[in-house]
């Protein structure tokens, strides 16, 4: 095979049936030129034994970095795969994000140099992402909107973000008022950047801490595009009860700093300066 392209980076910990979900929907990818880098926050067994299952039947190489398990520590675990990615251009994702057959291909496609791409996540109800299968997935039906509403899927404006394409979906990038951010659950970037930048703080835990590496590259002099229109990935619904007040407060002062100071490099990154 050539040189890896992309390297995908996604976090998951103990949720193996939403991971098996994500990497059959990189099996429909038609971009092709991509390795799979699972930063795994110290789940069981269960998730070695899927990974090394799907390894077998999937067609693209999948690295499974991981390390114990002592709590929240998704940065560190990020960073480890960050490193170890082989791919010069980084796509983050979540072990809980469906991504639509042309996610890659967008990311790929609007990529450019100086900037970073902020996607979104279009959420599903509980009922409907236990319902999915990996029929849904590899003929897409689950991305179709008249299939999700069948299902139970309210009507909103949101909807748009599955159903917009051409000039609209390009229309609703540009006038979309919420701000492009580096988002953990759907972002891109050039890995030298990112390896510029030191990566995630480790400090952080669970609240705006994929948002710090943004405000980080945006210092920098790195522009964001949004595309949170074009790269599509549906949000498998999931309880939050690692998500402690005092982890967003101290975020959040971390996040002051970065801002006030115009940190380039945060000094608790993959390396420690």
């Given at each position: 095979?050539?040189?890896?392209?992309?390297?995908?980076?996604?976090?998951?910990?103990?949720?193996?049936?939403?991971?098996?979900?994500?990497?059959?929907?990189?099996?429909?990818?038609t971009?092709?030129?991509?390795?799979?880098?699972?930063?795994?926050?110290?789940?069981g067994?269960?998730?070695k034994?899927?990974?090394?299952?799907?390894?077998?039947e999937?067609?693209?190489?999948?690295?499974?970095?991981?390390?114990?398990?002592?709590?929240?520590?998704?940065?560190?675990?990020?960073?480890?795969?960050?490193?170890?990615?082989?791919?010069?251009?980084?796509?983050?994702?979540?072990?809980?994000?469906?991504?639509?057959?042309?996610?890659?291909?967008?990311?790929?496609?609007?990529?450019?140099?100086?900037?970073?791409?902020?996607?979104?996540?279009?959420?599903?109800?509980?009922?409907?992402?236990?319902?999915?299968?990996?029929?849904?997935?590899?003929?897409?039906?689950?991305?179709?909107i008249?299939?999700?509403?069948?299902?139970?899927?309210?009507?909103?404006?949101?909807?748009?973000?599955?159903?917009?394409?051409?000039?609209?979906?390009?229309?609703?990038?540009?006038?979309?008022?919420?701000?492009a951010?580096?988002?953990?659950?759907?972002?891109?970037?050039?890995?030298?950047?990112?390896?510029?930048?030191?990566?995630?703080?480790?400090?952080?835990?669970?609240?705006?801490?994929d948002?710090?590496?943004?405000?980080?590259?945006?210092?920098?002099?790195?522009?964001a595009?949004?595309?949170?229109?074009?790269?599509?990935?549906?949000?498998?619904?999931?309880?939050?009860?690692?998500?402690?007040?005092?982890?967003?407060?101290?975020?959040?002062k971390?996040?002051?700093?970065?801002?006030?100071?115009?940190?380039?490099?945060?000094?608790?990154?993959?390396?420690?300066?």
């Open positions: 095979m050539d040189k890896i392209d992309i390297s995908v980076i996604i976090s998951t910990y103990n949720s193996p049936a939403w991971l098996e979900k994500v990497l059959w929907s990189f099996n429909q990818q971009f092709k030129n991509f390795e799979i880098v699972i930063a795994d926050d110290g789940s067994a269960a998730t034994q899927l990974i090394d299952a799907i390894g077998k999937v067609s693209y190489p999948i690295q499974h970095i991981w390390h114990e398990d002592n709590g929240f520590q998704k940065t560190i675990i990020l960073n480890k795969a960050t490193v170890t990615s082989k791919g010069d251009y980084l796509v983050y994702t979540d072990g809980d994000c469906i991504a639509r057959a042309d996610f890659l291909k967008m990311h790929a496609n609007y990529r450019e140099e100086g900037y970073f791409l902020s996607g979104g996540y279009f959420k599903l109800p509980m009922s409907i992402s236990q319902l999915i299968s990996k029929e849904d997935i590899e003929s897409q039906q689950c991305f179709d008249d299939w999700l509403k069948t299902h139970g899927l309210k009507s909103s404006f949101k909807n748009n973000k599955i159903t917009a394409k051409g000039l609209k979906e390009k229309l609703l990038n540009k006038l979309t008022p919420t701000t951010t580096w988002n953990g659950h759907n972002s891109s970037g050039y890995k030298k950047d990112i390896i510029d930048a030191n990566g995630y703080d480790e400090r952080m835990q669970y609240g705006g801490e948002r710090e590496l943004g405000e980080r590259l945006f210092n920098s002099g790195i522009k595009k949004q595309i949170r229109y074009s790269a599509i990935c549906l949000h498998l619904d999931h309880a939050r009860g690692y998500v402690k007040p005092e982890m967003i407060e101290k975020n959040l971390i996040r002051a700093v970065t801002k006030g100071d115009k940190v380039l490099k945060t000094p608790y990154g993959i390396k420690k300066l």
